[in-house]
């Protein structure tokens, strides 16, 4: 086999193979043994060697070559790529076949392009990292966040005797007209004015509202208060002269609401049973808030610095050369594509209803939202990767290792998970040089922020 290579552009090798017409011969041969044993030839039995003439007369000698040069190029284009120390990116393209036998043909092979850098320009480049900090109404904001999402409702009016539940003590009786903070259930009924003409666009129907969400337009929720269940309540409103929909900014509507259900909220206690439940362990609320205010800083910190490296990626873009080939830019447009979907579905939309709602098509999203961020994303890859050989920093297996026990922290505890970290962990793993590989790739980034 012979095999040389140009290249074509910054992402395409043009290669050619050539191989003798006495190995097509061979080729020709396993492609008839295949088709043989693959169909019933007449005059044949299952397993009988069948001639490669008879199978060329059956199947035609056309057809016949086709196979042979698929079985020729599935055994003559990998060793082809190694010899020539060509990592392609995909499978190549077949763009020419110059004879059959002996065999000449021509493929283009995509492979990850070479960055242009000029690293006097990248040296000039520096992004400062924003400085965080978690105010005590920060913190006490997440405390009611967290309460708020461990919050169960009971129905309003009586009970029958005095209980507990999770959250701790239930009270026996309580006050059955809405307060601020209850849980409703409404039937609704929208007119344009009191006495008017139906909306079946305003209508609600078995809907559940938490009043003071502010999840309905203003006054809508107050108008509520005070209403029990079973109870009708009527009211004029006018919409905001914002609202989303220009059907009803800044128009008047009457609405006719009755009550289903009430249930008022019962919060959590702060216990150490409470706090044990929400973060892992037992401690008081003293020690919970420091804890938990030193995890919002540490996020903070890393979005803070994630933002002043998404920036840094775009100042490196504009200083270097970098031209994506089409297969590298389909793949990771489609990576994203599909991680956009779930990130959809994680809130209750179908992708289909969410591109109807955009007025769009799924390839006019991809063209005009994904593949900017996939072509970016892919030229960030690459200029790092070659600034990383440029610089090549240093990282001990130390460093790694401490690295990792950030990672074992977070399953404190859990001493069968801890057990396959260990075994991932060893120096020459892929999990090993998985993380090595990150914090070279931060040991570079460093060089930028201040």
């Not at 493929?107 to 990248?122: C, G, Q, S, T, Y």
């Not at 009016?157 to 009270?171: F, I, K, R, S, T």
């Not at 938490?210 to 337009?217: F, H, L, R």
């Not at 063209?367 to 001990?396: C, F, G, N």
Request: one cysteine or more; charged letters at 35%; proline letters at 3%.
């Amino acid at each position: 086999m012979q095999a040389t290579s140009k290249k074509l552009n910054a992402h395409t090798y043009e290669v050619t193979i050539k191989e003798s017409a006495a190995e097509m011969e061979h080729y020709k041969k396993v492609a008839a043994r295949k088709i043989a044993d693959a169909r019933q030839f007449q005059g044949f039995r299952k397993g009988d060697v069948v001639p490669v003439e008879v199978v060329a007369r059956e199947i035609g000698e056309d057809k016949l070559m086709a196979e042979a040069l698929e079985e020729a190029l599935q055994a003559t284009y990998p060793k082809a790529l190694k010899k020539l120390e060509i990592q392609p990116i995909d499978a190549g393209e077949l763009t020419k076949v110059v004879s059959m036998s002996p065999l000449e043909v021509v493929m283009h092979v995509e492979v990850i392009p070479e960055a242009k850098l000029d690293f006097k320009k990248l040296e000039k480049i520096k992004v400062e990292v924003s400085e965080v900090s978690v105010s005590d109404e920060d913190l006490q904001k997440e405390l009611d966040e967290i309460v708020a999402r461990s919050t169960h409702f009971h129905p309003r009016g009586a009970h029958h005797g005095h209980h507990h539940d999770e959250n701790g003590d239930v009270p026996e009786t309580t006050d059955t007209a809405i307060q601020n903070g209850d849980r409703v259930r409404i039937n609704a009924t929208g007119y344009d004015k009191k006495g008017g003409k139906t909306d079946e666009r305003m209508a609600l129907h078995d809907f559940e509202l938490t009043i003071g969400s502010k999840m309905m337009i203003p006054g809508f929720e107050e108008a509520l208060i005070g209403a029990k269940e079973g109870d009708v309540v009527e009211f004029d409103i006018t919409f905001p002269k914002d609202y989303h929909s220009a059907d009803f900014a800044g128009k008047n509507a009457f609405f006719s609401c009755t009550i289903l259900t009430v249930e008022y909220p019962h919060k959590p206690e702060w216990t150490e049973d409470f706090i044990e439940r929400v973060w892992g362990k037992k401690l008081s609320l003293s020690d919970f808030r420091t804890e938990y205010r030193e995890a919002m800083l540490a996020d903070r910190k890393d979005k803070a610095r994630s933002e002043a490296e998404e920036k840094l990626s775009g100042e490196f873009i504009k200083t270097a050369d970098v031209e994506v080939g089409p297969k590298m830019l389909a793949k990771e447009v489609e990576n994203l594509w599909q991680y956009h979907n779930r990130e959809i579905e994680k809130q209750g939309m179908q992708i289909k209803s969410y591109l109807e709602h955009l007025k769009t098509t799924e390839e006019g999203f991809k063209k005009e939202h994904i593949e900017p961020s996939a072509t970016r994303r892919i030229k960030s890859m690459i200029i790092l990767e070659e600034m990383k050989k440029h610089y090549k920093p240093e990282v001990t297996e130390a460093q790694v290792l401490e690295e990792m026990k950030k990672v074992f922290a977070r399953y404190a505890g859990d001493a069968d998970f801890e057990k396959r970290l260990l075994e991932l962990a060893k120096p020459g793993t892929d999990h090993f040089n998985d993380i090595k590989s990150r914090l070279e790739y931060r040991a570079v980034i460093d060089k930028f922020l201040k």
